[in-house]
């Protein structure tokens, strides 16, 4: 496994933008599919997006699809989401994931990396 930490979350008014940064460190981080997802109180965790070993692919849910990019530097072990136009029901606990698995991946028990994640609030 790796060991994941993320930061940059934090509150916005909506319509705002963050940068979540999610620095890895342990087993070779080019060899990981890394995911994003986020758990708002009382739902399930939710898929955000998903970015293959080398970035050459990317995967997002519907819901962030053309406002939310994310992207990784293997060289400094860390991949990132972008989020812009951030709406209220955003608010949530955004967290990243790692899995050795050689194909994008949407649900959480592909991940068998976990962050302790970093709270986003979006405010109206």
């Known amino acids: 496994q790796v060991q994941l930490v993320e930061s940059g979350g934090g509150s916005v008014q909506a319509g705002g933008s963050l940068r979540l940064s999610c620095a890895a460190s342990?087993?070779?981080?080019?060899?990981?599919?890394m995911g994003w997802f986020r758990q708002a109180p009382g739902k399930e965790r939710e898929f955000v997006a998903a970015?293959?070993?080398?970035?050459?692919?990317?995967y997002y849910s519907d819901s962030v699809k053309g406002r939310f990019t994310i992207s990784r530097d293997n060289a400094k072990k860390t991949v990132y989401l972008q989020m812009n136009s951030l709406k209220p029901e955003e608010t949530a606990i955004y967290y990243c994931a790692g899995s050795p698995a050689p194909f994008l991946a949407t649900m959480p028990n592909i991940y068998d990396s976990w962050g302790q994640g970093t709270q986003v609030t979006v405010s109206s």
């Open positions: 342990g087993r070779t981080f080019s060899s990981q599919l």
């Open positions: 970015i293959s070993r080398l970035g050459s692919n990317t």
